[in-house]
């Protein structure tokens, strides 16, 4: 099942690339506010589900542009562009995202950077790897110094005043922190060491599972708000090395407001 999450996470890949040349003469539509598909999208969703179609035909799938298909306890989760809008600028940031999961649990994880053929994998019990390296977290044991990832809820304003309390109390103890725009990446980075931590409100289970499985078998702990498992469905994560997460929950949990938990 890896490999062929691989092999199509690579294809899609292929194919995003061919197309970034291209960008000014692509189909775009609108999803939402500060929300985009490009046709480019839509193409390497479709390569992505004929080829786990053909090794798998029962399972289920989650896809960001062609929602729930219908299938048996298996369930792959696809962002097949994550990083649309960096794509559609040129600004070279954005990853296939491809996720399985067996009856709720995340089994096997696929970030593809095409741009700087990165490849992360991970499946559970299995570890985590970059191309053929293994990936650890960070042992970073404090906040200062700390160089930590985030996403803003550039859709909606209803958690505007909640994030910008994390992000005020979070940037006044760290190195600094970075937003570029494609979780999938960002989740991977902290699995390969290069981010000590991550966190954002809102983000869609198609943009993370991958990265949340490449974490957890690098070492590290993800959780939503309320320190529990449900991120997937609450959208609301803190991932990080055990040590970077105790912390930056500790500066977060203050700000989070009841309809964040």
């Known amino acids: 099942m890896l490999n062929i999450a691989v092999r199509a996470a690579r294809s899609a890949g292929d194919l995003i690339l061919r197309s970034a040349d291209n960008v000014g003469r692509l189909q775009i539509d609108q999803k939402g506010k500060n929300d985009y598909a490009s046709e480019v999208d839509r193409m390497a969703e479709r390569e992505i589900i004929n080829i786990i179609r ?85 042992n970073q044991i404090s906040l200062k110094g700390a160089l930590i990832g985030t996403g803003f809820p550039f859709k909606t304003d209803k958690h505007l005043d909640a994030y910008l309390g994390m992000f005020r109390a979070l940037t006044t103890d760290c190195a600094g922190i970075r937003r570029a725009g494609a979780a999938a990446l960002d989740l991977a980075y902290v699995a390969a060491g290069r981010l000590d931590g991550f966190w954002e409100i809102g983000v869609m289970e198609w943009d993370v599972a991958a990265g949340i499985l490449l974490i957890k078998e690098a070492g590290g702990v993800v959780t939503d708000f309320s320190f529990n498992d449900k991120y997937l469905e609450s959208g609301n994560v803190i991932a990080g090395s055990p040590k970077m997460h105790q912390l930056m929950y500790q500066i977060i949990e203050p700000h989070v407001t009841d309809n964040l938990k």
């Open 54 to 138: 053909a090794a798998f035909p029962d399972h289920a799938i989650l896809a960001e542009e062609s929602g729930k298909h219908k299938g048996n306890d298996f369930v792959w989760v696809i962002d097949p562009l994550d990083g649309t809008t960096n794509f559609l600028h040129g600004f070279p940031q954005y990853a296939v995202s491809i996720a399985l999961k067996h009856k709720g649990k995340l089994e096997v994880g696929v970030v593809y950077d095409p741009l700087r053929d990165e490849l992360f994998t991970a499946k559970r019990g299995g570890g985590a790897m970059l191309n053929n390296r293994r990936l650890r977290v960070t």
